[in-house]
């Protein structure tokens, strides 16, 4: 419901031109491998909401230009045999140990050192630069039109996180590897001076109680 209102707001009430709107898994995923300017996210819905994948309201939502179908609920994989399947074997591949032992490469890219400059180039990783934290002064153009413009074009395309990470992330343990350094820890003797050595002293300058 809050998506459907959304999308009303943004084409001012009234939907997108059938062919523009997210109708099949399938199709976006192909065009996302044909066109690298296609670029899009995942939103938190398709790992636990598979309401969104069904027009439940009933809404015409218009007529695809070349094939003429009907666009109604979202058409899925084949490998899915319903939304509750697709949103159940979608967060278990999310949750998986592939995507555990992955999931430094994608910080990297979103959040990391991948996100700007030349790493950023050879990895394929750069955007439109209206996009990045701090390529534009808003409150500088003095232009109302181009101010406008600008923040049209960021509100609806958005903008690229803030890059938190300045080298790269490490890998994330493997359970395996979680178990036996835990396995470890629990084995290992008690020693509350084994890091003595690198505690560093420090001075903390007090008021002196004889200043009024």
Not at 24 to 44: F, G, H, R, Y
């Amino acid at each position: 419901e809050h998506l459907t209102s959304y999308k009303l707001d943004f084409f001012c009430c009234r939907f997108d031109c059938a062919d523009r709107q997210f109708h099949s898994i399938p199709a976006t995923w192909q065009a996302l491998m044909d066109n690298p300017n296609d670029v899009k996210e995942l939103i938190p819905e398709f790992f636990y909401f598979p309401e969104f994948l069904e027009n439940k309201n009933g809404f015409d939502l218009g007529k695809l230009q070349i094939s003429k179908e009907q666009v109604d609920d979202v058409i899925l994989p084949k490998w899915a045999k319903s939304p509750e399947d697709f949103i159940h074997k979608h967060r278990k591949a999310l949750e998986s140990e592939y995507v555990s032992a992955h999931l430094h490469e994608w910080i990297d890219l979103i959040f990391g050192y991948k996100q700007r400059g030349p790493a950023a180039v050879e990895a394929l990783n750069v955007f439109y630069y209206c996009s990045y934290e701090g390529a534009v002064d808003l409150d500088a153009i003095a232009d109302e039109k181009e101010r406008k413009a600008i923040e049209g074009m960021i509100n609806n395309f958005g903008q690229t996180p803030c890059q938190l990470l300045k080298e790269p992330h490490p890998p994330r343990l493997s359970a395996e590897e979680v178990l036996m350094r835990q396995t470890k820890l629990d084995n290992a003797p008690l020693n509350l001076f084994q890091n003595l050595t690198e505690i560093k002293s420090f001075f903390i300058q007090g008021i002196s109680d004889d200043i009024p």
